[in-house]
């Protein structure tokens, strides 16, 4: 029988699971499987499972839950193992690692940060603070001649590029001193920067005064993105 998995904790760990249910219609109930001092919170693994709304959320609660009473490894909504002993095999196995990282995530959360730039304004800068772009710029008006525009277009993506990369440095350096560990991302659509940062407890309130920091500091220009806090899942590995 296959077995949907929530995460991993030390066998210690409380996992009062009462009044919760897992996923699935109707709710599957949750139990634990133990082994080498571990525990994994797991239930039956409906089939044709799809991330519904309601079995996000269910899988989402019980990670709370267990967030709230000691560490947790996280496991991401899907997670399916064949049946009872594939799962206690996998902590046998991995014991020391997922030990190791229990350790490692215990009292923090894992914020999310990503931030983007208006390109437009990108571009009215780059026209203010380079002479030889509001030089293209004017012939581009003036000639048909494609050339100036091709090396305008140049000028300006690099110039965008080069912006994004210090402003995508200046956010995971400052960022990075108020976390335990960071996980660098590829960012996605027009972010120049994504960040995952594993940050303790008693940190995430200054962690998010510096991001709301940076974000006045580079002005309306920016949308800067504070997900958290979150299950560590950047973290488990």
């Known amino acids: 029988m296959s077995v ?14 009462r009044k919760l249910t897992g996923v699935g219609s109707p709710p599957e109930e949750l139990r634990t499987l133990t082994g080498s001092g571990l ?16 079995d996000l959320a269910a899988h989402q609660e ?3 839950r267990l967030m709230s009473e000691g560490p947790v490894l996280p496991l991401r909504f899907g997670a399916v193992a064949a049946d009872d002993q594939e799962v206690i095999g996998v902590l046998d196995q991995q014991v020391d690692a997922y030990r190791e990282r ?6 923090c959360a894992e914020y999310l940060v990503k931030a983007s730039f208006d390109e437009d304004a990108l571009l009215r800068q780059i026209l203010r603070d380079s002479a030889e772009a509001r030089r ?16 305008l277009g140049e000028l300006v993506a690099d110039g965008i590029q080069q912006r994004n990369r210090a402003a995508a440095a200046e956010l995971l350096d400052e960022l990075s001193a108020l976390a335990r560990e960071t996980r660098e991302n590829e960012p996605a659509g027009n972010d120049f920067v ?6 303790e407890a008693g940190r995430q309130d200054g962690f998010r005064a510096a991001a709301a920091e940076l974000a006045g500091r580079w002005g309306e220009d ?14 488990v590995q």
Do not use: M, Q, W
């Open 62 to 64: 019980v990670l709370e």
């Open 136 to 151: 293209l710029n004017e012939e581009t008006r003036r000639s048909p001649d494609p050339a100036p525009r091709i090396r």
């Open 194 to 199: 994504s960040g995952s940062f594993l940050v």
């Open 39 to 54: 525990k994994a919170v797991v239930s039956h693994a409906p089939e044709g499972l799809r991330a519904r709304r309601r």
């Open 4 to 17: 949907y998995v929530y995460a991993i904790t030390a066998d210690s760990h409380p996992a009062r699971l």
């Open 102 to 107: 229990l350790s490692a995530l215990d009292g």
């Open 222 to 235: 920016c949308t800067l993105r504070v997900h958290g806090p979150l299950p560590p899942y950047s973290f």
